[in-house]
């Protein structure tokens, strides 16, 4: 990204706390404590070259960590600049409705629910 000097020019987009995968691989050890969390976005901000990624993503769920801590995680990357907007990968839709419950401007994307899904729990769809 620095020596092409195109950084505006381009919406950047990364994911963290993807499942461990050193020393053994394991996918389903969660990985999205604030401290992991910051330590790869930090990672993907000094690999790419930048100092803010355009939106970041949960890459998964950890369903025994509260949605109000996994918000406030992201939100203090906004804080600090770090990232513009999150979301979220991988997620349930009744884990999005709660997420949704704390910070209402949050959107669930039609396109990454099943259609039975959408008109089960969406009561406005997008």
């Known amino acids: ?7 505006n020019q381009v919406v950047l987009i990364s994911k963290g706390g993807h499942p461990s995968l050193f020393p ?5 050890k969660f990985r999205l404590s604030k401290e992991e969390m910051t330590k790869d976005l930090d990672g993907s901000l000094s690999d790419l070259g930048t ?9 998964r769920d950890d369903p025994k960590r509260p949605v109000e ?9 906004v804080r600090a600049g770090k990232i513009r907007y999150y979301g ?5 839709l009744p884990k999005i409705i709660e997420a949704q419950a704390i910070w209402p401007t949050a959107e669930v994307s039609s396109s990454s629910i099943s259609p039975a899904a959408e008109r089960k729990y969406v009561t406005n769809p997008i």
């Open 88 to 92: 979220v990968s991988n997620w349930t």
């Open 24 to 28: 053994i691989p394991n996918m389903h």
């Open 69 to 77: 801590e996994l918000i406030e995680t992201m939100e203090g990357f």
């Open 1 to 7: 990204m620095k020596r092409s000097e195109k950084r």
């Open 51 to 59: 100092y803010h990624i355009d939106i970041y993503l949960y890459h």
